[in-house]
């Protein structure tokens, strides 16, 4: 089975930053995507960043420019930079990976138990 862990949250005034990590474990065969996705009090989940296993990302409006996401292979690792935070930011932020955890062909997503991250003054 594969383990998401996600570290790094908390509370920070505006205009701050944070840096979140998620770290995989288990039987991993290898990782496709990893994305980080948030989901705010009364609101659905959304997609904040992605990047590929070749290293290609994307974003979403709302964070871009100020959001960087990246990633270790080796370590299989996972990281969001957020910088400029803003109080719209404020959300419980979830790891993401698709990964295939066996020698079949198959890739599973997975998802971390999340972290709370609280931009305000």
């Known amino acids: 089975q594969v383990q998401l862990v996600e570290s790094g949250g908390g509370l920070v005034q505006p205009g701050g930053s944070l840096r979140l990590s998620c770290a995989a474990s288990g039987i991993i065969f290898s990782i496709n995507a990893m994305n980080w996705y948030r989901q705010a009090p009364g609101k659905e989940r959304e997609l904040v960043a992605t990047i590929t296993s070749v290293g290609s990302t994307n974003y979403a409006d709302s964070v871009k420019g100020r959001f960087n996401i990246s990633r270790d292979n080796a370590k299989k690792m996972v990281y969001l930079q957020m910088n400029s935070l803003k109080p719209e930011d404020t959300a419980v932020y979830y790891c993401?990976?698709?990964?295939?955890?066996?020698?079949?062909?198959?890739?599973?997503?997975?998802w971390g138990q999340g972290t709370q991250v609280t931009v305000s003054s």
């Open positions: 993401n990976v698709r990964a295939r955890p066996s020698i079949g062909p198959r890739y599973f997503d997975y």
